[in-house]
C-alpha cells in the first residue's frame, strides 16, 4: 500500500509541465488534488517514474464568469466550486462530490481528466456542453467536453496534454439528482438537466462508461410529453451493467427517477 | 528532499523521499503517532489532519508537497498545559471512542466542521462525519459528543496554531 519510487517535479508554469511530460515520453504523469491518483499509486495499478506536481501553478485556480459561461481553471478546488455563486449547477454537482477533506484538495481539472464514469464533474462538462482548453507540446487547443470523454476512465488526452481551464456554458434552466448508497459515496446515477441555447438537454452519468445524453427522453420533452414519460423512455434506452452496488433493472428504474427528478426542478412534471 | 513544515505550530525540517505520504512523515519523521492510517488509499478517514487549515487526507498527500505548510494533527488539539480540548473532553464523556482508531480522523474532522460552522445541526454532523469510518461505536456516541461539544464551545474554535500566530 505504498507507492513505487518516482522523480518529483514541482512545476512553476504549465510550459514546464508540457517539457517535463515531454521528456517522460509517456512515463509521466500529472499530480494535481491526488485524491484519483494516490490511491492509484499505491494500489501500485500505475508505476509512473516521474509526477509532475501543478499544485504551485500561479494562476490556475480562478473562477470567472465569462459572457454565458463560467471559467473554471484547471487546479480549482472542488470545495471552491461549492461556495461560488456565478454558476449554481456547478455549485450543485460539487456538493455531492466525496467528503470535504476529499472536496478541499480534489480539483476540476484532475476530475476531467480522471473521466470516472461516475464522477460529477464530467456529466456536468457533457450537460452543459463544455469547452475543454488543453495545453500540449503543439501549444493550446479547445476540445469540446463530449469528444474528450472515451470511455471509463479514458480521454483523448495524449501523453503530454495538461488540461488548463474548462468553460461551462450558464444553463437558462437546470435540475440535478443523483443517487448514491451513502452520502459522498460515488454516485449510483446521476441526472443533469440543462437547457442550452433554447434546448433541453438532459445527460445521465453512472449508466455508460462516459456521460451519455438521454436522446429519447429530451424529444419527449421537447415535444411536451411528461416527465414521467421521458423518465420511462430512459429507463428503455439505456443499457446499464450490473455490478455489486445494483442489478441493470435497479439502474434503469434510478436513472428513470432521477431524469424525472431533475425535470420536476425545471418545472416539467 | 529537505522540506520544511509547521507541526502543530513547531517548525520542522525533515528529509524525505517524494513517495513519502504526509501521513508517514508525521508518524515516522515527525514521531507524531496520532495521526492513523487504516486503508491507506483515501477512503477511511483516519488519517485526516488540516493542512493551512482544510481538512486532507495524509495518506493522499506527499510529505514534499506539504512543504512550507502548517500541519495540524490531533496531538495540537490539547493545550500547552496538556489539558483536553473540549472536543476530546466530550468523546471521553459521550463514548465518542471504543478502540480509538478512528478517532484521530474524527476529532479533526469535527474540529474543522465546528470551526466553520459552529451552528450545524445533528444532520449536517452526520454528513460532515460521513467521510470518517468507525466499526465499534454506531456512531451514535460520536455525533453526541460533537453536539455537546458545541455547547461547550460557546466561542468559535480556532486551531491551536492559528491562535498561537
Ligand atoms: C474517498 C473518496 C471519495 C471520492 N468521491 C468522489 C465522488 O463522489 N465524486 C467524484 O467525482 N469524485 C470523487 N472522488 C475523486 C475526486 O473527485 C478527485 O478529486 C478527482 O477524481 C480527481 O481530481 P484530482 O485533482 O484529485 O486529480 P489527481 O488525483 O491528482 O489526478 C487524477 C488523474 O488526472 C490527471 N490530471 C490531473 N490534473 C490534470 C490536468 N490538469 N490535465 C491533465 N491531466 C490531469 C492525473 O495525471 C491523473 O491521471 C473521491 C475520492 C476519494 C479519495
Ligand atoms: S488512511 Fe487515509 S483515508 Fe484511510
Ligand atoms: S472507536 Fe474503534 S474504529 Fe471508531
Redesign the pocket.
Known sequence: MKCAPFDYVRAGSVEEVVKVLGEADGDG???????????VLALRMARPSVLVD?NRIPGLARIRPVDGAVEVG?LTR?SRLVEQTHHPLLAEAAR????TA?RS???T???I??A?P????PVVAAGVDATVTIAGPSGERTVAAEELFLGALLTS?DDG????RVRFPLPTRWGFAEFARRH????LVTAVVAEIAGSLRITLGGVAAVPQRARAAEQIVADGGSAKDAARATADEIDPTADLHGSAPFRRAIAGEMVRRALAQVGIE | MNISLSVNGERTQIDVEPRRTLADALREDCGLTGTHLGCEH??CGACTVLVDGEPA?AC?MFAVQADGSSVTTVEGLEGTDGELHPLQEAFVAHHGLQCGFCTPGMLISALHLLDTEPDADRDKIREELS?NICRCTGYQGIVDAVQAAQGALAEPVTTPEASDE
Do not use: C, N, Y
Open positions: 504523469k500529472i499530480l494535481a488534488g491526488g485524491q484519483s491518483l494516490v490511491p501543478v484547471a472542488h455531492w462530490i466525496g467528503h476529499i484538495r480534489g480539483t481539472g484532475g476530475s481528466a480522471h470516472d461516475s464522477a460529477e464533474l488526452l496534454d495538461m488540461i488548463v459522498g459515496d460515488f454516485a | 483515501g477512503v487526507r493522499l467521510g
